[in-house]
């Protein structure tokens, strides 16, 4: 079946650690999301891709990097995580969007991050 | 930009009554469209279903519906005849146009609980 993948399901970091979060899709869409979703509160975007061309949200902090290597892969850099990081990261693949259609986003189990 | 609102929290129901999910939005574009989302502890974002602004009649999937009335700017959900499995975080989302690709804007959600 196609879908979308996030590895691990569970991550483990310190205060200050780097750490990689990954994303990988087999429908072939072009463009991927990260959101970010701290405990009881709604999903915030991240950055997306829109194929190659990366597109950060204006408050999101330079600690968070991204990199899409190919079509199917999306990683999540955190450089040097912080408690306030510690949150469920979801990767949500979608078909260019970008005029007003129906453009449902497909979501992968999400990675919970948790820094100690 | 677009808002969302869900102004309730917690919704507390018996097994196999019908709930209704309130959802509220505001934005100054004439072609929008709306999403609501499942979210079970396991963190997974589950797509429900969507309505367009110019869609004609509501949306409809299954055991779910949604009470579209576009003067009030609401887009309820609707869940009939209630199952234990519902039990989760419902969220109510709007898209929103960005650089080649459309975000989600996110209600704060609402935890919904079936009772037996």
């Keep these: ?16 650690k780097p750490v990689t979060l990954s994303c990988s899709q087999t429908l072939n869409h072009n463009v991927m999301y990260w959101y970010q979703q ?3 509160q709604a999903p915030k975007l991240l950055f997306h891709y829109y194929d190659k061309d990366f597109n950060n949200e204006a408050d999101t902090p ?21 408690l306030g990081d510690a949150a469920m990261y979801l990767c949500a693949t979608s078909r260019r969007g970008d005029r007003s259609s129906y ?4 979501f992968g189990p999400g990675t919970r991050l948790t820094v100690l | 930009a677009q808002k969302i609102t869900q102004t309730q929290p917690g919704m507390f129901v018996q097994e196999k009554e019908a709930v209704t999910l309130d959802c509220t939005y505001d934005t100054s574009d004439q072609s929008y469209g709306l999403f ?39 887009a309820n ?18 898209r929103e ?20």
């Design chain 1, 62 to 82: 330079d600690n968070f990097q991204s990199r899409r290597p190919n079509t199917s892969f999306c990683f999540l850099d955190i450089r040097s995580p912080g």
């Design chain 2, 97 to 116: 146009r960005i650089q080649g690709a459309q975000k989600l804007v996110f209600g704060q959600g609402t935890r919904l609980t079936i009772n037996p």
């Design chain 1, 38 to 40: 701290k405990s009881s």
């Design chain 2, 36 to 74: 609501w989302y499942k979210q079970p502890s396991s963190g997974e974002m589950i797509f429900l279903i969507y309505q367009g602004s110019y869609d004609e009649q509501n949306a409809t999937e299954g055991r779910y519906s949604l009470n579209f009335q576009k003067a009030r700017k609401s």
């Design chain 2, 77 to 94: 959900l609707v869940i009939s005849a209630s199952q234990l499995g519902d039990s989760a975080m419902y969220f109510c989302a709007m």
């Design chain 1, 1 to 16: 079946d196609a879908m979308v993948i996030q590895n691990p399901r569970y991550q483990v970091t310190q205060f200050g």
């Design chain 1, 103 to 106: 453009n449902e986003q497909f």
